[in-house]
Each structure stands twice: as structure tokens, then as C-alpha cells.
Nanobody, 119 residues
Framework: QVQLVESGGGLVQAGGSLRLSCAAS????????MGWYRQVPGKQREFLAA???????SYADSVKGRFTISRNNAKNTVYLQMNSLKPEDTGVYYC?????????????WGQGTQVTVSS
């Protein structure tokens, strides 16, 4: 089993920045990809960004150029730097981990952290 714990969410004004962190623990030796998703009430969880153990990144069009995903393998931690935040970025942000490729396969989820962007 793998445990994922997110932190760094909060309230920010439009145009501001936040940095989310996700610490992984447990049986993480086989984990390859880690990523971030966002969910708002009444909608499906939306893929935002992913990074492989080798550092290859991918992004949804909605966040490309504004969000940056990074990973510290020594600390088993993945980060999401969010800049130029918009009110529509409001939602619960979930960390994800996969033995394969995100967004194709997600094997573990964190508990989520709320991000609220005020206009």
C-alpha cells in the first residue's frame, strides 16, 4: 500500500500563487508516475499534471504555462507550483500515484486539499 498526504492548499486571490506538496510513503518502490487532479462539485475529477520517476512531465491544456509539477525522488514528494491562479481553479486538489502512466492508470489517491481562488 501507498499513502499520499497533500498539503499547501488554502485561500488565495486571483493572480496569486500557491504551492501544493504531496508526500508518499509505504510500498513506493514500484511507483513510477505521480500527478495532480482537481475536482469541483458535480464534475468528474480532472487531470492536471503528471511526472514520471525519470522527470518527464505532462499537463492539461487548462493549466499549461501556469502550473509546474516537480518531483523530489529522495524525499518521495511531488509538488505543484500554481501561478496566475483564476477563480475557476477553485476545487479540491488530489495527489495521485501510479505503477504505470497517469492519467491512464491511477492506483492511489490522497485525501485532497482545498484550493479556493477569490475574484
Amino acid at each position: 500500500q501507498v499513502q499520499l498526504v497533500e498539503s499547501g492548499g488554502g485561500l488565495v486571490q486571483a493572480g496569486g500563487s500557491l504551492r501544493l506538496s504531496c508526500a508518499a510513503s509505504g510500498s513506493i518502490f514500484s511507483i513510477d508516475a505521480m500527478g495532480w487532479y482537481r475536482q469541483v462539485p458535480g464534475k468528474q475529477r480532472e487531470f492536471l499534471a503528471a511526472v514520471t520517476s525519470g522527470g518527464t512531465t505532462s499537463y492539461a491544456d487548462s493549466v499549461k504555462g501556469r502550473f509546474t509539477i516537480s518531483r523530489n525522488n529522495a524525499k518521495n514528494t511531488v509538488y505543484l507550483q500554481m501561478n496566475s491562479l483564476k477563480p475557476e481553479d477553485t476545487g479540491v486538489y488530489y495527489c495521485a500515484a501510479s505503477y504505470s502512466v497517469i492519467p491512464n492508470f491511477v492506483h492511489y489517491w490522497g485525501q485532497g486539499t482545498q484550493v479556493t481562488v477569490s475574484s
